[in-house]
């Protein structure tokens, strides 16, 4: 018998993922690390982490990072891109760390182009710190810290991510995906490997948020959190391509 | 003919893959793991499972291999 | 590189780093310090250098840091309120293990304060504003020519320790031109193979990291790093002293004030008083020993700073109340002249012989 699905080789030995059971970070780690085997990519990549419920991204690839204060990667992976052109840099953070905290630094590397790639989870909340209410909550969500849900009035409005990072001209590449199905999770890895390559041929900044779930802070089971992405988030953020350098080519 | 393996040791007991299979042929099992949670089983006594890899997909431990 | 030029100390300290083999420099806009940051975007590209305008200090400081995760030299250069923006990536950069050269010219705070010239980061710079227990290496140049030489020492301890390093210079030496000469650098190259990450090539993935594991394991770290600082102080402690040895009172000050104690003490001693003085060159480590010595001598000190008493607290520490220290200070502005501390110094004096002790002026 032959292995059709096995684990990727650059995924570290004996590794456990540190997420909650059931939520959508896990298979961005994986699509991110199939990436890395299928593109032979594992020699020149340097990932700039982040601090959220991926900090312990170094657990689980076998490649080099250096970790990024909150917010901070992409500045961190600037850094590292332009004392290292020849090397393949990314960023892995959550919605809080790239479009909260790290807004200026995030939008600054995709305007001025830099040659890396940025991968943004997008599950409506701030995971690591319990459930509070963070840039992409959506309107009406319940939270530890909107226990009301959030209105326009103390809250103002959820931010749309990709589209933002889509005006940007240094941008080469950003689109929205999500991980609730199969359909979905495959053109993740499309959006993600454009992500990457577009960084590869020297386009410019490549940008992929991902719509994911988070059970444990949505008290839901993992199919219901699913569901919720597919039916709630989804019309509220939609799946697409908002910028591809590489259609004019 | 298809084969999935489990790794009972990475899976956290989401039950994703009880739910995706087309055929329903992963269920939750009777043995736990060290915190207690059902793990789930691989069960094909027709050998039915055509190894689409779904499960595998929707798993977010990378806990399931798939063999054909 | 071995003849004498006339340059400011801002461009003095870019052409340095030039020297020392910066490889990129990522910087945001701050007077008195903007002259490093426009000297460098001009120059960089010419070596086929890296020059990044960054978006805030923030983003700059953190530039730096991931860029010198990968062994490659880097600095920043900012000013006061704007080095208060980079002290998050300090206190990761000091637990990270990263050499960050981070140069200071400070203009006077609190807040946005103003662009004349003072030594109030003292404390930001020795004592950190970040989270947790750290040090960094604090170098505080009184010349142009230093400005050029400790540039050179900063890119060499930050290798050397992998620890950040500060120079902490001021308006006043930033915007002052002086004879300086460049010459080479006199550092070895440090080899940074060890730990740089370069993608994992024929090795399995390293990680630079701060985020502690367990608790066992983060105080060993913590308790490694400050015994990495105690090499730093055995090694690298230096200050400069002059007429002390018969010296009743030794005139301490840093940075660029050093050049008016010295002025100070030849006038003093002009009128037979028997005056002496003390300059740290490493505010961190602190030449706390010493000090400590020349207190025991029964040598009185007086230190001369533009802040509100930040270098004093360490002197008084230092000389675990062997003898007096007083303060002549001014918290920013105009520079203490050479009158103005002269005549303090003979009323501490004074008052000393009545038994007295001024604490300030």
């Given at each position: 018998m032959q292995a059709v699905f096995s684990t990727p080789e650059v995924m570290k030995k004996d590794f456990r993922f540190t997420f909650c059971p059931g939520c959508d970070h896990g298979i961005a780690v994986r699509l991110v690390a199939e990436l890395i085997d299928e593109m032979n990519l594992k020699e020149k990549t340097i990932c700039s982490t982040c601090v959220g419920c991926s900090v312990f991204l170094y657990d689980f690839l076998n490649i080099d990072c250096v970790e990024a204060p909150h917010g901070r990667a992409c500045a961190s992976a600037t850094g590292v891109k332009r004392t290292n052109p020849d090397k393949f840099v990314f960023t892995y953070q959550g919605d809080g760390d790239f479009a909260s905290i790290g807004y200026a630094e995030s939008m600054h590397t995709a305007i001025r182009g830099e040659k890396v790639s940025a991968i943004c989870i997008n599950n409506t909340t701030y995971g690591m710190t319990g459930g509070q209410l963070g840039p992409t909550?959506?309107?009406?969500?319940?939270?530890?810290?909107?226990?009301?849900?959030?209105?326009?009035?103390?809250?103002?409005?959820?931010?749309?991510?990709?589209?933002?990072?889509?005006?940007?001209?240094?941008?080469?590449?950003?689109?929205?995906?999500?991980?609730?199905?199969?359909?979905?999770?495959?053109?993740?890895?499309?959006?993600?490997?454009?992500?990457?390559?577009?960084?590869?041929?020297?386009?410019?900044?490549?940008?992929?948020?991902?719509?994911?779930?988070?059970?444990?802070?949505?008290?839901?089971?993992?199919?219901?959190?699913?569901?919720?992405?597919?039916?709630?988030?989804?019309?509220?953020?939609?799946?697409?391509?908002?910028?591809?350098?590489?259609?004019?080519? | 003919m298809g084969l999935i393996k489990i790794n009972n040791?990475?899976?956290?007991?989401?039950?994703?893959?009880?739910?995706?299979?087309?055929?329903?042929?992963?269920?939750?099992?009777?043995?736990?793991?060290?915190?207690?949670?059902?793990?789930?089983?691989?069960?094909?006594?027709?050998?039915?499972?055509?190894?689409?890899?779904?499960?595998?997909?929707?798993?977010?431990?990378?806990?399931?291999?798939?063999?054909? | 590189m071995t003849d004498k030029v006339l340059i400011k100390g801002n461009y003095a300290i870019a052409q340095a780093a030039i020297n020392a083999g910066c490889q990129c420099y990522f910087g945001y806009p701050i007077t008195p310090q903007t002259e490093i940051g426009e000297y460098l975007s001009a120059k960089m590209p010419e070596l086929g250098r890296g020059y990044v305008s960054a978006e805030s200090e923030i983003g700059a400081i953190n530039m730096v840091v991931g860029a010198a995760a990968t062994g490659a030299k880097v600095m920043t250069s900012s000013s006061s309120c704007a080095v208060a923006l980079m002290q998050e990536a300090l206190s990761y950069a000091c637990s990270d293990e990263v050499p960050v050269v981070l140069v200071n010219v400070m203009r006077a705070g609190p807040g946005l304060g103003y662009v004349y010239p003072a030594q109030g980061d003292y404390n930001q710079s020795v004592y950190?504003?970040?989270?947790?227990?750290?040090?960094?290496?604090v170098l505080a140049p009184a010349t142009v020519q230093e400005c050029i030489d400790f540039t050179y020492r900063a890119f060499y301890l930050a290798r050397k320790y992998r620890n950040p390093v500060i120079l902490l210079a001021d308006g006043l030496l930033g915007q002052m031109m002086e004879p300086a000469?460049?010459?080479?650098?006199?550092?070895?190259?440090?080899?940074?193979?060890?730990?740089?990450?370069?993608?994992?090539?024929?090795?399995?993935?390293?990680?630079?990291y701060s985020c502690a594991r367990d608790e066992k394991a983060h105080i060993q770290k913590i308790q490694d790093l400050f015994k990495k600082f105690e090499l730093i102080s055995k090694n690298e402690t230096s200050f400069e002293e002059f007429e002390t040895k018969d010296a009743d009172i030794v005139l301490t000050a840093f940075?660029?004030?050093?050049?008016?104690?010295?002025?100070?003490?030849?006038?003093?001693?002009?009128?037979?008083?028997?005056?002496?003085?003390?300059?740290?060159?490493?505010?961190?480590?602190?030449?706390?020993?010493?000090i400590y010595e020349l207190a025991s001598e029964g040598k009185d000190f007086a230190v001369v700073e533009m802040n509100m008493g930040q270098m004093f607290k360490d002197v008084k520490y230092s000389t675990e109340g062997k003898s007096s220290v007083s303060l002549i200070n001014r918290p920013c502005g105009e520079w203490l002249s050479v009158e103005e501390i002269v005549a303090s110094v003979e009323k501490i004096l004074e008052s000393k012989k009545e038994g007295i002790y001024a604490s300030s002026i």
């Amino acid at each position: 018998m032959q292995a059709v699905f096995s684990t990727p080789e650059v995924m570290k030995k004996d590794f456990r993922f540190t997420f909650c059971p059931g939520c959508d970070h896990g298979i961005a780690v994986r699509l991110v690390a199939e990436l890395i085997d299928e593109m032979n990519l594992k020699e020149k990549t340097i990932c700039s982490t982040c601090v959220g419920c991926s900090v312990f991204l170094y657990d689980f690839l076998n490649i080099d990072c250096v970790e990024a204060p909150h917010g901070r990667a992409c500045a961190s992976a600037t850094g590292v891109k332009r004392t290292n052109p020849d090397k393949f840099v990314f960023t892995y953070q959550g919605d809080g760390d790239f479009a909260s905290i790290g807004y200026a630094e995030s939008m600054h590397t995709a305007i001025r182009g830099e040659k890396v790639s940025a991968i943004c989870i997008n599950n409506t909340t701030y995971g690591m710190t319990g459930g509070q209410l963070g840039p992409t909550t959506m309107m009406g969500q319940v939270t530890t810290t909107s226990p009301f849900g959030r209105n326009k009035e103390y809250y103002g409005y959820p931010m749309k991510i990709a589209e933002q990072i889509a005006l940007c001209d240094g941008t080469a590449f950003s689109a929205r995906v999500a991980l609730d199905s199969v359909p979905h999770i495959n053109q993740a890895k499309q959006a993600l490997r454009k992500a990457f390559e577009v960084q590869l041929e020297g386009l410019g900044f490549g940008f992929v948020e991902i719509l994911s779930s988070c059970p444990t802070n949505w008290h839901m089971t993992p199919e219901q959190a699913h569901d919720r992405v597919k039916n709630e988030m989804i019309p509220v953020f939609p799946l697409g391509i908002f910028k591809d350098l590489t259609e004019n080519k | 003919m298809g084969l999935i393996k489990i790794n009972n040791s990475r899976c956290k007991s989401c039950y994703i893959c009880t739910e995706t299979c087309p055929k329903g042929l992963i269920k939750k099992s009777e043995e736990t793991n060290r915190l207690g949670d059902y793990l789930v089983k691989f069960e094909d006594k027709d050998n039915s499972c055509v190894a689409c890899a779904m499960c595998a997909k929707r798993c977010p431990d990378l806990a399931i291999e798939v063999f054909k | 590189m071995t003849d004498k030029v006339l340059i400011k100390g801002n461009y003095a300290i870019a052409q340095a780093a030039i020297n020392a083999g910066c490889q990129c420099y990522f910087g945001y806009p701050i007077t008195p310090q903007t002259e490093i940051g426009e000297y460098l975007s001009a120059k960089m590209p010419e070596l086929g250098r890296g020059y990044v305008s960054a978006e805030s200090e923030i983003g700059a400081i953190n530039m730096v840091v991931g860029a010198a995760a990968t062994g490659a030299k880097v600095m920043t250069s900012s000013s006061s309120c704007a080095v208060a923006l980079m002290q998050e990536a300090l206190s990761y950069a000091c637990s990270d293990e990263v050499p960050v050269v981070l140069v200071n010219v400070m203009r006077a705070g609190p807040g946005l304060g103003y662009v004349y010239p003072a030594q109030g980061d003292y404390n930001q710079s020795v004592y950190g504003g970040g989270n947790g227990d750290y040090k960094i290496i604090v170098l505080a140049p009184a010349t142009v020519q230093e400005c050029i030489d400790f540039t050179y020492r900063a890119f060499y301890l930050a290798r050397k320790y992998r620890n950040p390093v500060i120079l902490l210079a001021d308006g006043l030496l930033g915007q002052m031109m002086e004879p300086a000469c460049f010459g080479e650098n006199p550092y070895p190259e440090v080899d940074v193979s060890s730990w740089a990450l370069t993608g994992a090539k024929g090795r399995d993935g390293k990680a630079i990291y701060s985020c502690a594991r367990d608790e066992k394991a983060h105080i060993q770290k913590i308790q490694d790093l400050f015994k990495k600082f105690e090499l730093i102080s055995k090694n690298e402690t230096s200050f400069e002293e002059f007429e002390t040895k018969d010296a009743d009172i030794v005139l301490t000050a840093f940075g660029s004030m050093t050049r008016n104690i010295k002025a100070a003490v030849r006038v003093l001693r002009e009128r037979g008083l028997k005056v002496g003085g003390f300059r740290p060159i490493t505010l961190s480590p602190f030449p706390h020993k010493r000090i400590y010595e020349l207190a025991s001598e029964g040598k009185d000190f007086a230190v001369v700073e533009m802040n509100m008493g930040q270098m004093f607290k360490d002197v008084k520490y230092s000389t675990e109340g062997k003898s007096s220290v007083s303060l002549i200070n001014r918290p920013c502005g105009e520079w203490l002249s050479v009158e103005e501390i002269v005549a303090s110094v003979e009323k501490i004096l004074e008052s000393k012989k009545e038994g007295i002790y001024a604490s300030s002026i």
